[in-house]
């Protein structure tokens, strides 16, 4: 097989650099395999081991530092006969240590080259999550703070079924990068190289020494028995298979007209408990019943049973771009919470803005038409204000009127729940 090297832009590392060793070995694992170019993907991300990508006529992908293995998932499960192989730095894997984590507990059939030369070297040679403790390095003394990473024992731990740890210059590298490729599942490689550029200006490290660390360093090689199972997109299809299909999206038919014609912008300024996020979407279900385009932007309190609850809807009879609210068409005040939150609205406020005020919530000063609604004396419980509001609008014939609001209900909700509802809607009594 030829070589998948990139004759127009052959591979350029510092003299002594091990990544360009690891290149070749690479190109040769791949062509022992068979491999073609366009069977192969290098996934890389920031850094020298970032330049991988270029080096390979494969196809390839460039990204994020420490994010090459999500890319890697995503290409692997989209496209799952392509060999994917990730090439990353010792500073990417300490980035996106996450990653790798999750990587080794998923298991699908991904090979990660770990290019580890201690450091960052690159942007200045500052420590890694592998440096020494006792190196010089170009960020001072933080490495002696921290102890230095055992890719193995982690990728091992977190639930890798095939982990080695090899030097560079080890004369059968190929051959052990080919077994990794070939391993049905994930694999890592933690390679141990030189950077001549930074690292061992200030460190001494040859393949002799590499070969006395490795020698002390307790490195799995091969397959973890323990952590064999399922190759993730395999075991993925096989329970796929069993499940039910998925519904198909919901289509509302238009059966309706709006009450008005332009883009209507609403806020429902409410607190947990009061369904403020279900009345959002069916007055959204009832935009889509007139033939309008609709949005629905919700925004929660960090705790689920406290704190304001606010819902902002645009329904407009043009695509929506942009789903900000800077002038309101209708503000629905629900809670003294959901007013807090947005209190700085009401002073730019004009006629333009209806502001349903709901008894016992102040407002703050305003120019905006204020109507009032007892929604206690009508007998409504709290939890159904936010429903009751929006009977309120569609009987003022405002954003919404009431065929759009029960067509709404009906696709919402079945049963007693839509029984409920449109009794609710019946029962509300206003004055025009």
């Not at 014939?397 to 509802?421: P, Y």
């Amino acid at each position: 097989m030829d070589s998948l090297l990139n004759d127009q832009r052959p591979p350029v590392f510092c003299p002594g650099c091990s990544h360009e060793r690891i290149t070749h070995t690479l190109d040769k694992a791949l062509q022992k395999m068979g491999r073609g170019g366009n069977q192969v993907v290098i996934v890389s991300d920031i850094g020298c081991s970032g330049l991988f990508d270029t080096f390979f006529h494969t196809h390839a992908f460039h990204g994020l530092h420490g994010r090459a293995l999500t890319y890697a998932t995503g290409l692997k499960m989209a496209q799952p006969d392509l060999t994917v192989v990730v090439t990353m730095g010792d500073g990417g894997q300490g980035i996106g240590g996450a990653h790798l984590l999750a990587a080794c507990r998923r298991n699908l059939n991904l090979t990660l080259l770990i290019l580890n030369n201690f450091n960052f070297g690159m942007t200045g040679g500052q420590f890694s999550a592998t440096t020494p403790t006792a190196a010089q390095v170009g960020s001072g003394f933080l490495n002696q703070l921290e102890r230095p990473l055992n890719i193995c024992q982690v990728a091992r731990s977190a639930g890798a079924p095939y982990v080695a740890c090899y030097s560079a210059f080890q004369q059968d590298l190929a051959d052990k990068i080919q077994r990794a490729i070939e391993f049905e599942g994930f694999s890592v490689i933690d390679i141990w190289g030189v950077c001549p550029g930074r690292y061992s200006k200030k460190n001494r490290l040859t393949p002799k020494l590499i070969d006395e660390a490795l020698s002390e360093v307790p490195c799995q090689e091969g397959i973890v028995s323990e952590n064999v199972r399922h190759e993730y997109s395999q075991h993925y299809q096989k329970l796929a298979k069993d499940q039910k299909p998925a519904s198909p999206p919901l289509h509302i038919e238009t059966t309706c007209d709006p009450p008005q014609p332009d883009r209507q912008e609403v806020l429902l300024l409410g607190s947990a408990g009061q369904r403020i996020i279900t009345a959002g979407e069916i007055m959204c279900l009832a935009g889509l019943s007139a033939g309008l385009h609709t949005t629905q932007k919700n925004e929660y309190n960090i705790t689920v049973l406290r704190g304001p609850s606010i819902s902002e809807m645009i329904l407009s009879p043009e695509e929506i771009d942009f789903t900000g609210i800077d002038d309101p068409s209708v503000i629905v005040a629900l809670s003294q919470e959901g007013v807090e939150r947005r209190k700085e609205l009401f002073a730019h406020l004009d006629t333009g803005t209806t502001v349903i005020q709901v008894d016992g919530v102040q407002l703050p000063s305003t120019r905006a038409r204020v109507r009032a609604m007892d929604l206690k004396s009508w007998g409504i419980r709290k939890n159904n204000w936010a429903l009751a509001a929006l009977g309120v609008l569609a009987k003022m014939n405002l954003v919404i009127n009431l065929d759009m609001l029960k067509s709404a209900l009906k696709v919402r909700f079945t049963g007693k729940n839509l029984e409920e509802s449109l009794l609710l809607v019946d029962q509300i009594k206003i004055s025009l």
